[in-house]
């Protein structure tokens, strides 16, 4: 299929944080873009709304023009939604999944895409607005709010800034000129086999570059060799970000994030943007949404952060990302986290690792495991995941809902402290409450 050819599209789960990004994509390359979503009030849909696309709310055939080109549907849909989604592929209209119709817009585009387990979402936000910044007016798809409160940044040049995202391989789709793998590690293990499953998905990821494209990674990882080795066969370069200079004054803190602004120097030198124009830009840059998000502070003077951090990794640079900053900022009372796990399986697969990064807290408050796509496993929970916290030496207790979690953090914190909302799921709707 030809993008230039697709006049009409239909979405279905359009209020998707990336695929409502792709929605507004579509509308400014000129289609007519039209869809459906289950919740009819997810934040996403107001700039869908804003641009006079028409949503519908629910899982109705009949609502799909028989005119339309292209279905681009989410992957989630086909759990929630068997029958519908088995009704729409029988339709006589072409039917592409989210990852697959990102793909078809690379094509014709020079693509940047930034894939790694952890930090793509953020080194994402930079590379846009480093290069927003240098004038080169890219396009740009992210898998969270930049700071302007959208997912979607409408460019005129040919430069195609993706969040590239390996769950179920769908980073496979896209056809990237620079390829960016921050890191690999142990996450998706309902989907892959195992961690040399994933790294061998990350090597057919990075044997997708052209002859003249670029690989940024940390050659020194040895996670990486299969993928580094990938992009040197079809004879890519292959660019050390851990070479470029470390920008040790950000506004978000962190290792991790100086990490993610090498990675975005990295593109700068590919793209021959001014060196210290970038790092101009990037010690400008002050975060997306969920991602150690300011939110504001308790009635008592603590200070409240809304994080995405899900998996022990994250979590451990989380934690230790926000007592720098708290250091910076001579806050001397407690760090406080109410975290709620995501997914059973990586609750149960990772249990050790969860309750070694979350004993750095100095007091932890868990929430039930937000179950997502997943059945529930009596195996793993939080009372478990507790309990090897205190084996850590961690402080924690254990609540069944979050008005309990709510009262429980008021109740500990006061001025001084730093409280922090994390997890995957529906957790960051507990930060307003703290306020």
């Known amino acids: 299929?030809?993008?230039?050819?697709?006049?009409?599209?239909?979405?279905?789960?359009?209020?998707?944080?990336?695929?409502?990004?792709?929605?507004?994509?579509?509308?400014?390359?000129?289609?007519?873009?039209?869809?459906?979503?289950?919740?009819?009030?997810?934040?996403?849909?107001?700039?869908?709304?804003?641009?006079?696309?028409?949503?519908?709310?629910?899982?109705?055939?009949?609502?799909?023009?028989?005119?339309?080109?292209?279905?681009?549907?989410?992957?989630?849909?086909?759990?929630?939604?068997?029958?519908?989604?088995?009704?729409?592929?029988?339709?006589?209209?072409?039917?592409?999944?989210?990852?697959?119709?990102?793909?078809?817009?690379?094509?014709?585009?020079?693509?940047?895409?930034?894939?790694?387990?952890?930090?793509?979402?953020?080194?994402?936000?930079?590379?846009?607005?480093?290069?927003?910044?240098?004038?080169?007016?890219?396009?740009?798809?992210?898998?969270?709010?930049?700071?302007?409160?959208?997912?979607?940044?409408?460019?005129?040049?040919?430069?195609?800034?993706?969040?590239?995202?390996?769950?179920?391989?769908?980073?496979?789709?896209?056809?990237?000129?620079?390829?960016?793998?921050?890191?690999?590690?142990?996450?998706?293990?309902?989907?892959?086999?195992?961690?040399?499953?994933?790294?061998?998905?990350?090597?057919?990821?990075?044997?997708?570059?052209?002859?003249?494209?670029?690989?940024?990674?940390?050659?020194?990882?040895?996670l990486l060799i299969p993928a580094i080795e990938a992009a040197k066969k079809i004879g890519a370069r292959v660019v050390d970000y851990k070479k470029m200079p470390e920008i040790l004054d950000l506004l978000v803190p962190g290792a991790h994030n100086i990490k993610d602004a090498q990675c975005s120097l990295a593109v700068a030198e590919i793209l021959k943007i001014d060196l210290e124009e970038a790092k101009n830009s990037l010690k400008k840059f002050s975060g997306t949404w969920r991602r150690f998000e300011y939110k504001g502070e308790t009635k008592n003077g603590a200070l409240v952060y809304d994080d995405y951090a899900h998996h022990p990794t994250e979590i451990r640079a989380s934690i230790l990302g926000a007592r720098e900053f708290m250091k910076k900022r001579d806050l001397t009372g407690k760090l406080i986290v109410v975290f709620q796990p995501h997914l059973y399986s990586r609750t149960k697969l990772l249990k050790d690792d969860f309750a070694e990064a979350l004993a750095l807290a100095d007091q932890v408050i868990l929430l039930p495991v937000y179950a997502a796509r997943e059945q529930v496993d009596l195996e793993i929970s939080s009372d478990i995941l507790a309990s090897l916290i205190r084996e850590k030496g961690g402080a924690v207790d254990s609540v069944l809902t979050p008005q309990e979690a709510s009262k429980m953090a008021l109740e500990q914190t006061g001025k001084g402290d730093l409280l922090i909302t994390m997890g995957a799921g529906d957790i960051s709707q507990l930060a307003p409450n703290l306020l």
């Not at 979503?37 to 055939?61: F, K, M, Q, W, Y």
């Not at 939604?81 to 078809?104: D, H, T």
């Not at 086999?193 to 090597?203: G, L, P, R």
């Open 1 to 222: 299929m030809n993008f230039k050819d697709i006049k009409k599209v239909y979405f279905i789960g359009i209020g998707g944080i990336g695929i409502s990004a792709l929605a507004q994509l579509m509308h400014h390359e000129g289609k007519m873009v039209s869809g459906t979503n289950d919740n009819p009030s997810p934040d996403t849909l107001d700039r869908v709304r804003a641009l006079g696309i028409e949503i519908n709310i629910g899982a109705d055939i009949s609502k799909i023009p028989a005119d339309t080109d292209l279905i681009v549907y989410s992957l989630a849909w086909d759990d929630r939604e068997p029958e519908f989604m088995k009704a729409v592929r029988s339709l006589n209209i072409p039917v592409f999944s989210y990852p697959q119709a990102l793909g078809l817009v690379s094509v014709d585009k020079y693509t940047i895409a930034i894939s790694g387990t952890h930090g793509k979402t953020t080194t994402t936000a930079m590379i846009a607005e480093m290069m927003i910044e240098a004038k080169l007016d890219p396009t740009v798809v992210v898998g969270s709010l930049l700071k302007s409160g959208s997912n979607f940044v409408a460019g005129e040049s040919n430069y195609f800034v993706v969040e590239a995202c390996e769950y179920r391989r769908s980073f496979l789709n896209l056809n990237p000129n620079i390829a960016i793998i921050t890191n690999i590690d142990n996450d998706h293990l309902d989907y892959y086999k195992d961690i040399a499953d994933i790294q061998n998905a990350f090597a057919e990821f990075a044997g997708k570059l052209p002859a003249d494209g670029f690989l940024i990674c940390d050659m020194e990882d040895h």
